[in-house]
């Protein structure tokens, strides 16, 4: 009998504020359960909220097991696919987020280092998402927000925590849909079908990149 490959874990978050639909989820829906590269896609919903982010998201991990985590967010004013290549050990809410809190100039995890690069292969992924027809780029900022404190958090659970060092994980940044752009007068906006195809693409050479990941620590912490 053939052993089944680990899990893609593939994750978006609830609404937030006025956005009736955050696309990072509708996206995670659709792959929910699809095949890529021999490896199945299960999707999950985090909460965008400080904190219970990280919390649903470990408890994932710990059940699930996956062998690659992706963490999906939403970037308004973005047009292309972001893949974020760094995050940061700072929470600087300028808004506060669904559970009503706005943390100011904290750590997300105190005393661990100042930042964290991505485990993914960001430059194969960047031109499968490209070769896939779909507007895409490299990111060097994800923020301060909910988003950059779940690939934080993320990146230091793969690095420290027992039993992930073989995991790759990282996270990924998605325009608004036309229709929400249209009600804010920005400008900025991907179709669905088209964030599909691209993360599906960049999941599919995630896992066949055959590299070692590009995982490595930033020196410095935050006290």
Same mark, same amino acid.
């Given at each position: 009998?053939?052993?089944?490959?680990?899990?893609?874990?593939?994750? !978006? *978050?609830?609404?937030? %504020?006025?956005?009736?639909?955050?696309?990072?989820?509708?996206?995670?829906? #659709?792959?929910?359960?699809?095949?890529?590269?021999?490896?199945?896609?299960?999707?999950?919903?985090?909460?965008?909220? *400080?904190?219970?982010?990280?919390?649903?998201?470990?408890?994932?991990?710990?059940?699930?097991?996956?062998?690659? &985590?992706?963490?999906?967010?939403?970037?308004?004013?973005?047009?292309?696919?972001?893949?974020?290549?760094?995050?940061?050990? #700072?929470?600087?809410?300028?808004?506060?987020?669904?559970?009503?809190?706005?943390?100011?100039?904290?750590?997300?995890?105190?005393?661990?280092?100042?930042?964290?690069?991505?485990?993914?292969? #960001?430059?194969?992924?960047?031109?499968?998402?490209?070769?896939?027809? &779909?507007?895409?780029?490299?990111?060097?900022?994800?923020?301060?927000?909910?988003?950059?404190? &779940?690939?934080?958090?993320?990146?230091?659970?793969?690095?420290?925590?027992? %039993? *992930?060092?073989?995991?790759?994980?990282? *996270?990924?940044?998605?325009?608004?849909?036309?229709?929400?752009?249209?009600?804010?007068?920005?400008?900025?906006?991907?179709?669905?079908?088209?964030?599909?195809?691209?993360?599906?693409?960049?999941? !599919?050479?995630?896992?066949?990149?055959? !590299?070692?990941?590009?995982?490595?620590?930033?020196? !410095?912490?935050?006290?």
């Amino acid at each position: 009998m053939l052993t089944p490959q680990p899990h893609v874990l593939l994750t !978006g *978050f609830d609404a937030f %504020g006025d956005v009736a639909h955050n696309p990072s989820w509708l996206v995670a829906q #659709v792959l929910d359960g699809r095949q890529i590269g021999g490896h199945q896609v299960l999707s999950a919903q985090l909460p965008t909220a *400080f904190g219970a982010s990280w919390d649903r998201l470990t408890a994932l991990m710990k059940l699930h097991r996956p062998g690659l &985590v992706i963490c999906l967010g939403l970037a308004s004013g973005r047009s292309a696919i972001s893949l974020e290549r760094i995050a940061i050990n #700072v929470n600087d809410a300028r808004i506060a987020d669904n559970a009503h809190a706005q943390p100011i100039d904290t750590p997300v995890v105190p005393g661990g280092p100042a930042a964290y690069f991505t485990g993914l292969p #960001v430059k194969a992924m960047l031109q499968a998402v490209r070769d896939a027809g &779909v507007a895409a780029e490299l990111s060097n900022t994800a923020g301060t927000f909910v988003c950059n404190h &779940v690939f934080y958090a993320l990146m230091h659970r793969l690095e420290t925590g027992r %039993g *992930f060092k073989q995991v790759r994980g990282g *996270f990924i940044h998605l325009p608004c849909l036309p229709e929400q752009a249209d009600a804010s007068g920005a400008t900025a906006s991907m179709a669905l079908d088209d964030m599909v195809r691209g993360i599906e693409a960049a999941i !599919g050479a995630a896992l066949a990149y055959s !590299g070692l990941p590009d995982l490595a620590v930033v020196a !410095g912490t935050i006290s």
